[in-house]
């Protein structure tokens, strides 16, 4: 049975079947939204932990997708599409939730630059262009591997193009329920209606390695080592860790034969720009190893593919005699284990939240101490309520005990005093760092980070959630994967 077809949608009316699908788009929307205008507002107080924040929140749209009790079919990832594209139109067109980055312009104008002559890195290209009504200079070296200016359609708004390439993307993992979501969720979406270079070389790898319909398309693989540098070390670690040392060494080649024309042209400054893209202190114009709004989308296109073909490693592993034997042994519950990293993300992306709506509270009331404090509470709130939300299902039946035996229930309380731990530690946290003269970003972060630690160290130590439904479970169609080979 393939992933889109899990799931009973027996007696259920398909408008609720629609509401479900928009809570859960709009869950992931919103908080997606509410962080790019708050980086419009104060870049300052929000970047430090706006794209991790992002990424985390990215990362837990299938838990929130479970915890909806959406229909694990086809149709919703349809229905991600289609949103994904109305919205991109309208932000297309309009501006509204665009204009994140100067990509579109700067990629695809390098290609003809660098026709004409001009070596793209050691020669700035520099020049202005209009956007929504507004316009910018633009003075920039090359920072990318050479093939990726040249995938464009002339002619065509470059913004058109990512978006084609992510809708691509997701047509090729529309049987994959879990693969297919991830890669259609809003943040990716927002990503492409703006033009970020990252689309195009993500289609290239789904193609190489999720392959279409379950046919890798080495070529792809290929094409993909000559757009941006994430590819290359995703590709070169994805083979060393499966100890493939001759597709290792193919890879590395065939990223020098991409580089080397230009390294001859330019000398030893293009590896600098083609490699590290001059992110480093030892590069001519270097800067820092910084994070960056697009960054988080390419841990959320591994985890897209190769989470589910993990999971199904990993439980067989557990099934060997051996292995499950010492499991016994040590008191590990298999059932347990497996709701652990549905907890991980949500405790992250709980901070991510938390820090967020203290970031919007200091947006409206100012930075003074008590304006802080509050801000903070605000946020603990947020992370609490998140928590609560996309922890479930709590636990309502006794827990089972090796053995046949069962022990009593957890108690009610026990759910409300993991909560109200994540409020204690963190507020208090807050308020002495801020009395103390500390940053309130610097201290609400600590304070809702080890609140949500402790908090769901809490719920795991009590056993406080329900085993997941094995008709819930990621789906692996066939019983392997491509990406598994």
Not at 460 to 479: C, T, V
Request: net charge positive.
């Amino acid at each position: 049975m393939t992933s889109e077809h899990l799931g009973s949608t027996n007696g259920v009316h398909p408008l609720d079947h629609v509401a479900r699908y928009s809570a859960a788009w709009l869950t992931a929307a919103l908080p997606a939204f509410l962080i790019i205008t708050l980086l419009w507002l104060d870049f300052g107080e929000t970047m430090p932990f706006a794209y991790v924040g992002i990424g985390a929140l990215a990362l837990s749209f299938p838990v929130v997708v479970r915890r909806l009790n959406v229909p694990r079919r086809i149709n919703f990832v349809y229905f991600l599409l289609v949103a994904g594209l109305l919205f991109s139109v309208v932000s297309i067109v309009t501006g509204w939730g665009n204009g994140l980055t100067d990509e579109p312009f700067t990629t695809p104008r390098f290609a003809g630059w660098t026709l004409s002559g001009h070596n793209p890195y050691t020669e700035q290209l520099v020049f202005t262009y209009i956007q929504y009504g507004k316009e910018y200079s633009s003075a920039s070296y090359y920072l990318y591997l050479p093939l990726l200016m040249f995938l464009q359609i002339p002619g065509i708004s470059y913004k058109w193009f990512t978006l084609a390439c992510w809708a691509l993307m997701v047509l090729l993992a529309r049987k994959r329920f879990d693969t297919a979501i991830l890669l259609a969720q809003p943040y990716v979406v927002i990503l492409a209606a703006s033009g970020y270079n990252d689309l195009p070389v993500l289609l290239l790898l789904t193609l190489g390695f999720l392959g279409y319909e379950g046919r890798r398309q080495k070529w792809a693989e290929y094409l993909s080592l000559g757009c941006k540098q994430f590819a290359n070390i995703f590709v070169v670690a994805y083979y060393l860790v499966r100890r493939r040392w001759l597709d290792s060494a193919i890879a590395i080649g065939v990223t020098a034969l991409f580089i080397a024309p230009f390294v001859v042209w330019g000398g030893p400054v293009v590896l600098c720009r083609a490699v590290l893209a001059d992110r480093l202190s030892i590069c001519p114009s270097g800067g820092s190893a910084t994070l960056l709004f697009n960054y988080p989308v390419w841990l959320v296109w591994v985890f897209a593919v190769f989470w589910v073909p993990l999971l199904a490693i990993l439980a067989s592993w557990s099934r060997r005699p051996t292995v499950a034997a010492r499991l016994a042994r040590w008191n590990i519950d298999r059932r347990r284990v497996d709701r652990l990293p549905a907890l991980v993300i949500v405790g992250g992306s709980a901070v991510a939240i938390g820090l967020t709506f203290f970031a919007a509270g200091l947006a409206v009331g100012g930075a003074s101490p008590a304006a802080a404090i509050a801000s903070g509470s605000l946020g603990v709130l947020a992370a609490i309520g998140w928590s609560l939300g996309w922890n479930g299902p709590w636990r309502r039946s006794p827990s089972p005990r090796p053995g046949g035996a069962s022990a009593p229930g957890p108690p009610r309380n026990r759910v409300l005093w993991s909560q109200v731990t994540i409020a204690i530690i963190a507020f208090g946290v807050l308020a002495g760092g801020v009395l103390a003269g500390f940053s309130p970003l610097g201290s609400v972060s600590l304070g809702l980070s080890l609140g949500v630690l402790v908090g769901s160290v809490l719920v795991y130590r009590w056993d406080l959630l329900a085993p997941i439904d094995p008709a819930a479970r990621p789906a692996n169609p066939g019983g392997t994967t491509t990406s598994a080979r």
